[in-house]
Every structure is written in C-alpha cells, then in structure tokens.
C-alpha cells in the first residue's frame, strides 16, 4: 500500500497517518431523544461507532453494512480453506508423480480406459 502513495479504499486497511488524523472540529445538531436513540441503534446496527456513523452517513449518504461473522460461519470458512489447501495439496503431488496419471484424470470419462 505504501508504494501507492494514495488513500487506501475503504476496505482496505489504514495506514498510521491515516489512523490518527486529528479531528479537531465539532458539529453540533439538535434532535430529540428519540431520533438521537434511533441514530445510535442504526450505528450499532452496522458495527460502527456513533461519530463514525454520523460522519460517514453525512459525508457519502449511506453505509455499507456488513454484519459480523458468527462463530459457525468463521469455523466453516476454516474447514473451506483447509478442503482448498487439502486438495492444492493432492493437485501437486498429482502432477509430480506420474505424467500419465494426470492426463488421465484430465480426459473426459468416455475417453478413459477402464
């Protein structure tokens, strides 16, 4: 990132600088408890702080939500890359033993010599 020498996209992790810009100015808005209520429980909804929310929605018009990962979805993302790894792995030892070996599991099945 730091041969860019540009912002980071949004995704994209933060450079130090970039973490610590000093925010120094304040807006102020008036609300009713309500609205301020409803506010806060739209950030926590989206996983972001109650100034990071105000300032994106105020700045870009919307948020891209994107819900935290539960433990299953974190453990079957796991068991995805250790299948991926898995067979990567099967792959490459495949293509170094034997050249025919290879070829064969590549040809179609009516092609195969059984």
């Known amino acids: 990132m730091n041969r860019y ?3 980071a996209a949004r995704w994209q992790p933060k ?3 970039e973490l610590r810009m000093n925010k120094t100015e304040f807006i102020k808005v008036r609300c009713t408890l309500e609205e301020k ?3 806060k429980s739209r950030a926590e909804n ?3 702080r109650f100034s990071d929310y105000c300032r994106e929605i105020l700045l870009n018009g ?4 994107v819900p935290k990962m539960t433990d299953n979805e974190r453990e079957a993302i796991a068991i995805l890359q250790h ?3 898995f067979y990567g792995q099967v792959s ?3 293509k170094g033993v034997d050249d025919e070996v290879y070829k064969v599991l590549n040809m179609r099945r009516d092609d195969r010599k059984m």
């Open 5 to 7: 020498k540009g912002k």
């Open 15 to 17: 450079d130090k600088e």
């Open 37 to 39: 209520q409803r506010i």
């Open 46 to 48: 989206t996983g972001r």
């Open 62 to 65: 919307e948020i891209i939500a």
């Open 83 to 85: 299948t991926g790894r």
């Open 92 to 94: 490459n030892l495949i």
